[in-house]
């Protein structure tokens, strides 16, 4: 387990000073909008084709849930999930509202604690992460802020760490996601739910902040939309089939037209498409 947050009186050879004070967070208040399984997108992913990182990682890996919002429910459901890939792995909701860690901390159990803290992503003993995931907390900042936040929050990640910054809608129907380690940005994911899906380029209203003002004629993350929207309406007829096949007919016709998709058919029946970050990136 986590020890408890440092609040005992701070003492020199004299009176009581009081509480020793705390770095002031990074960042600001979020709206906290959440809801149970509106982030299992994304945990699937962190269990699947990136679970190697928690098997690889020492003893108690830790994992942080930044900025959980209103409720802790998505921390509680991370910790679930990734204990199937590592029982002793450490969860840690971490959010700057105090109120809302007070909130959650009589949910804590063993293997999951809740925490203050800002993108400095504050860990006793300078504990260092293996995956930070910091979903919709940068949607109230400015595009040329998110550099830094990226830089900082990875900077604190473990060797060979990753952070997960992404937006998704309120029912985790529609996800998309920047993997970034130490090193900067290196893919970019999107997650959708199949059925019903009028056009992949649904998508652009849950774009990571990075990207949520590129989807403009002459950047690359509209001229993906555009291609993907082209594939799925081409392959409508393979909807008599349902929608996983249509899904995974339109990402084989953009690996046909040399678009560098990672992962194969058993990611893309779940509705995911994950490239390179260079292929997406702002020009």
């Known amino acids: ?39 299992r997108r994304c945990d699937r992913w962190l269990t699947g084709p990136q679970a190697w990182r928690l098997r690889q990682a020492g003893a108690a890996p830790v994992v942080v849930d930044l900025g959980y919002g209103a409720s802790p429910v998505t921390a509680l459901e991370l910790h679930d999930r990734l204990r199937r890939v590592r029982p002793d792995v450490e969860v840690v909701g971490i959010e700057i509202d105090p109120a809302r860690v007070a909130a959650a901390r009589p949910l804590e159990r063993p293997g999951l604690r809740f925490a203050p803290g800002g993108f400095e992503v504050p860990l006793p003993g300078g504990a260092r992460p293996v995956v930070v995931r910091a979903f919709n907390v940068l949607r109230q900042y400015d ?21 997960v910054e992404g937006t998704c809608d309120e029912l985790g129907r529609v996800a998309s996601w920047v993997g970034v380690t130490a090193s900067g940005p ?5 997650s959708l739910r199949r059925s019903g899906l009028e056009a992949p380029s649904i998508v652009a209203e ?13 950047e690359r993350i509209h001229e993906l939309l555009t291609a993907f929207d ?15 096949q249509r ?32 292929a997406v990136a702002p020009g």
């Not at 009176?15 to 809801?35: A, F, S």
């Not at 595009?143 to 952070?163: D, N």
């Not at 995974?248 to 058919?265: D, S, Y």
Request: aromatic letters at 6%.
């Open 1 to 39: 387990m986590l020890p408890p947050p440092l609040t005992h009186p701070f003492r020199v050879s004299g009176p009581t000073l009081g509480p020793v004070p705390q770095p002031r967070p990074v960042g600001v208040i979020t709206r906290g909008t959440t809801n149970p399984n509106r982030l």
């Open 143 to 163: 595009e040329s802020e998110v550099p830094e936040a990226w830089q900082r929050m990875a900077a604190r990640l473990a060797p060979g760490g990753l952070l």
């Open 186 to 190: 290196r893919t970019f994911t999107m």
């Open 206 to 218: 849950r774009l990571p902040k990075a990207l949520i003002h590129r989807n403009v004629p002459g």
């Open 230 to 244: 082209l594939a799925w309406r081409v392959h409508a007829p393979m909807s008599v089939y349902g929608p996983s």
């Open 247 to 278: 899904w995974i007919a339109a990402v084989a016709t953009l690996r046909h037209e040399g678009w560098h998709v990672i992962g194969g058919p058993r990611r893309t029946r779940l509705g995911e498409l994950t490239l390179p970050w260079e």
